[in-house]
Every structure is written in C-alpha cells, then in structure tokens.
Nanobody
Framework: QVQLVESGGGLVQAGGSLKLSCKVSGLYFGDYVMGWFRQAPGKEREGVSCIHWSGRTADYADSARGRFTVSRDNRKNTIYLQMNSLKPEDTAMYYC????????????????WGKGTSVTISS
C-alpha cells in the first residue's frame, strides 16, 4: 500500500519559515519524481515545486522561486520543502505527490498523493 504522509504545517507570521516533510512508503522511492502542490480555499490546486528522482534537478513555481527549497533524502524515502519569507498568500493545504520517473510533475498527472498538511500565514 502506497502512503505519502505530509507533516510540518502550522500557523506562522508573515516573514517566518516552515519546513514541510513528506514520508513515502510502499513504493521504490528512487523510481519517482516528487512534487509539492498546494490548494488555497476556493482555488485550484497548483504546483509549487518538483524534484528529480536523483535530487539533482528541481523546478519551482514563480511564486516559490527564491523563497522555497525542495530536497529529498532517498535513504529516508522523504522529501522536504523549506519555506522562507512566508506571505499570507502562501496559506494553503500543501500536498506531496509522486509520479514515475521519466515524466515530470503535473497536477493532473501524478500517480500518488498525500492527504496534505495545512499552512496558515498570518499578516
């Protein structure tokens, strides 16, 4: 059974930082490209960041570039999202997701999803 379990969300003030984690089980982690997505209330789910199965390449949404850093530890089957300089508009449910390597992150094309962790940024 494949499981993706996010953690690390919470309530912080604008300008603060959070580090999200996503622990993966039930699949061979090294075979999967991993992504972070988010969905704010009343809005569609959007991509935040995507990281290659090797960890050597990553991509970011314009809204995240320069403030967020994605990483992965293939020994621990875990990916991370370090979020700095947080803004109220970053408030959302954050999800991690997996897609078979050879493809890239796309909100409509991921193979597996976690249930999300809530991030709230107060102004």
């Amino acid at each position: 059974q494949v499981q993706l379990v996010e953690s690390g969300g919470g309530l912080v003030q604008a300008g603060g930082s959070l580090k999200l984690s996503c622990k993966v089980s039930g699949l061979y982690f090294g075979d999967y490209v991993m992504g972070w997505f988010r969905q704010a209330p009343g809005k569609e789910r959007e991509g935040v960041s995507c990281i290659h199965w090797s960890g050597r390449t990553a991509d970011y949404a314009d809204s995240a570039r320069g403030r967020f850093t994605v990483s992965r530890d293939n020994r621990k089957n875990t990916i991370y999202l370090q979020m700095n300089s947080l803004k109220p508009e970053d408030t959302a449910m954050y999800y991690c997701a997996a897609v078979t390597r050879g493809t890239w992150c796309d909100v409509s094309g991921m193979d597996y999803w976690g249930k999300g962790t809530s991030v709230t940024i107060s102004s």
